[in-house]
């Protein structure tokens, strides 16, 4: 019988990646999109005609139970977030809204249709934030450093809230940093990227960025999203940590990119005060032990792969 899943966030780097995978193994797809005057489609271009859109958004409770009622789905995945750290100390609320209650919207659409759907919830390595241990697993306990982080970790509590009072088979995978080709300017990596492959073709000569010391375990988003769907089909509900179990810094990520066009970083970097956060997570790795015992999962992609594909790609799509 085919399986039918909803994935909010479709539209993103991870929703993109988890439709490729899910369209892959024969799943029925739907995607809930937020209307807007100029819709952003660039990342499911490739799959518009296999997928169905439903508009809804995660601060509107009515929205999520049409959806839900529609697409009768058998999983689904919440990728859906306000989706950028720095941006959280602006719009504190907003996140707070999005990120937090969007998931008890969610998950009470679910529980008021049918509680047999199961749940994905996209939790976040910065809830760890200023790190109790290293490296993080599921026992670490939670520091969050970011109204971001704060929102992700409600978000991860009401998820397991759910699955203790209601017998849902609701989960969080606290998801490392992971990147791709398709991720948004917003992000540091792709800054990166976008910004040498920019200076190869002399489209720019200089890279502003904020602090090169934070250090992060970053990993390839489709190898990430394996892990989501192999979450929902274990016969117990668990949460689990995604990483790869290496820590880079910013700099070193700055330093490969440079390599892969044969350019020196110290030539082009410079560092801008204005990129700095209020309060800064320092140092992340996870321990991605249980997954790779229970789930079967491992990463694929090393960090020298993953830098090399992204400048590799945003110098090809700059040439056009």
């Given at each position: 019988?085919?399986?039918?899943?909803?994935?909010?966030?479709?539209?993103?780097?991870?929703?993109?990646?988890?439709?490729?995978?899910?369209?892959?193994?024969?799943?029925?797809?739907?995607?809930?999109?937020?209307?807007?005057?100029?819709?952003?489609?660039?990342?499911?271009?490739?799959?518009?005609?296999?997928?169905?859109?439903?508009?809804?958004?995660?601060?509107?409770?009515?929205?999520?139970?049409?959806?839900?009622?529609?697409?009768?789905?058998?999983?689904?995945?919440?990728?859906?977030?306000?989706?950028?750290?720095?941006?959280?100390?602006?719009?504190?609320?907003?996140?707070?809204?999005?990120?937090?209650?969007?998931?008890?919207?969610?998950?009470?659409?679910?529980?008021?249709?049918?509680?047999?759907?199961?749940?994905?919830?996209?939790?976040?390595?910065?809830?760890?934030?200023?790190?109790?241990?290293?490296?993080?697993?599921?026992?670490?306990?939670?520091?969050?450093?970011?109204?971001?982080?704060?929102?992700?970790?409600?978000?991860?509590?009401?998820?397991?809230?759910?699955?203790?009072?209601?017998?849902?088979?609701?989960?969080?995978?606290?998801?490392?940093?992971?990147?791709?080709?398709?991720r948004g300017i917003e992000f540091v990596t792709k800054k990166i990227t976008d910004g040498v492959a920019r200076i190869?073709?002399?489209?720019?000569?200089?890279?502003?960025?904020?602090?090169?010391?934070?250090?992060?375990?970053?990993?390839?988003?489709?190898?990430?999203?394996?892990?989501?769907?192999?979450?929902?089909?274990?016969?117990?509900?668990?949460?689990?940590?995604?990483?790869?179990?290496?820590?880079?810094?910013?700099?070193?990520?700055?330093?490969?990119?440079?390599?892969?066009?044969?350019?020196?970083?110290?030539?082009?970097?410079?560092?801008?005060?204005?990129?700095?956060?209020?309060?800064?997570?320092?140092?992340?790795?996870?321990?991605?032990?249980?997954?790779?015992?229970?789930?079967?999962?491992?990463?694929?992609?090393?960090?020298?792969?993953?830098?090399?594909?992204?400048?590799?790609?945003?110098?090809?799509?700059?040439?056009?």
């Amino acid at each position: 019988m085919t399986k039918t899943a909803l994935i909010t966030g479709i539209k993103g780097q991870d929703g993109s990646y988890l439709a490729d995978l899910l369209l892959e193994k024969g799943y029925r797809v739907y995607g809930l999109s937020r209307r807007s005057s100029t819709p952003n489609i660039e990342r499911i271009e490739h799959i518009i005609n296999k997928i169905e859109l439903l508009d809804g958004d995660l601060t509107d409770q009515t929205s999520l139970n049409r959806v839900i009622e529609i697409s009768q789905p058998d999983e689904v995945y919440n990728l859906a977030a306000q989706s950028f750290v720095g941006t959280s100390w602006k719009q504190a609320e907003l996140t707070s809204n999005i990120n937090g209650l969007g998931v008890t919207r969610i998950l009470e659409a679910i529980r008021n249709e049918n509680k047999d759907i199961r749940f994905y919830q996209a939790s976040s390595s910065e809830m760890f934030g200023k790190v109790q241990e290293t490296p993080q697993n599921e026992n670490t306990k939670f520091y969050p450093r970011s109204p971001y982080g704060i929102a992700k970790l409600y978000g991860h509590w009401i998820t397991i809230n759910y699955r203790e009072s209601y017998n849902m088979f609701a989960v969080s995978g606290i998801l490392f940093n992971h990147e791709s080709p398709r991720r948004g300017i917003e992000f540091v990596t792709k800054k990166i990227t976008d910004g040498v492959a920019r200076i190869y073709l002399g489209l720019a000569n200089e890279l502003r960025l904020g602090n090169l010391n934070a250090k992060r375990d970053w990993g390839f988003a489709e190898d990430y999203v394996k892990a989501m769907w192999l979450m929902l089909q274990q016969n117990e509900p668990e949460d689990y940590v995604i990483a790869t179990g290496e820590t880079h810094s910013v700099q070193e990520f700055v330093e490969e990119s440079f390599k892969c066009v044969s350019l020196d970083w110290k030539d082009y970097v410079k560092q801008d005060p204005r990129f700095m956060r209020p309060a800064e997570v320092d140092y992340l790795r996870g321990d991605a032990t249980k997954a790779k015992e229970k789930l079967g999962w491992k990463p694929k992609v090393n960090f020298m792969e993953l830098v090399k594909m992204m400048v590799e790609y945003d110098v090809k799509r700059l040439e056009k």
